[in-house]
């Protein structure tokens, strides 16, 4: 299984951008789906997850800013990002858990986010 993620980009604080992730390759099922974070020199940090379901989490920094979606028949995963903070900036990782026989977490290669003030 590969995880694609696009979307990053520079953006004025205030401004918005949505971020795609797309898994491909041989999938039996995906159950949560989920956005993080890694700001420079700061660990990895949860930013959204959603379940196969549609239930959703946010980190209490993004709520009523950010929304987790997702498309089941796509395997894709989306984050909108509304109201930007510099605080924002970061490099921004989907992670899909996939059950087969066995569960495995993968991880996309990361979208830079950068948000200007």
């Known amino acids: 299984v590969q995880l694609q993620a696009s979307g990053g980009g520079l953006v004025q604080a205030g401004g918005s951008l949505r971020l795609s992730c797309a898994a491909s390759?041989?999938?039996?099922?995906?159950?949560?789906m989920g956005w993080y974070r890694q700001a420079p020199g700061k660990q990895r940090e949860l930013v959204a997850v959603?379940?196969?379901?549609?239930?959703?989490n946010y980190a209490d920094s993004v709520k009523g800013r950010f929304t987790i979606s997702r498309d089941n028949a796509k395997n894709t995963v989306y984050l909108q990002m509304n109201s930007l903070k510099p605080e924002d900036t970061a490099v921004y990782y989907c992670k899909a858990e996939h059950q087969s026989s066995y569960r495995t977490a993968y991880w996309g290669q990361g979208t830079l986010v950068t948000v200007s003030s």
């Open positions: 390759g041989r999938i039996f099922r995906i159950n949560d």
């Open positions: 959603i379940t196969s379901g549609g239930s959703t």
